[in-house]
């Protein structure tokens, strides 16, 4: 019989049944066809990662990451509103 690989988003769901049901790997393993130990190599290996399979500092950096460039933007709009509010304070008698 040959060697089953699963994708990342099997071993997350797998992983995210075992939380569910208070850490019973023997049952959600066989519910699922696979073997105990590979489902507890799993849970270890992903403990600490959300859904995407992120850590928690990855996800941080990824938030960082997009609140910067949100606040470029935000900014941005911010100067261009400036220059219009000047613009339009001259042309005033």
């Not at 190599?41 to 995407?52: A, H, M, Y």
Request: charged content about 40%; hydrophobic content about 40%; glycine content about 6%.
């Amino acid at each position: 019989m040959g060697v089953r690989r699963h994708n990342r988003e099997f071993k997350l769901s797998a992983v995210k049944l075992v939380r569910e049901r208070s850490g019973d790997v023997l049952e959600a393993a066989r519910n699922l066809g696979l073997d105990a130990r590979t489902l507890k190599r799993w849970v270890r290996k992903f403990t600490g990662q959300n859904e995407l399979g992120l850590t928690q500092e990855e996800e941080l950096a990824a938030e960082v990451q997009r609140l910067r460039k949100e606040n470029a933007r935000l900014q941005m709009e911010r100067d261009i509103l400036k220059k219009a509010a000047t613009f339009f304070a001259k042309e005033q008698p």
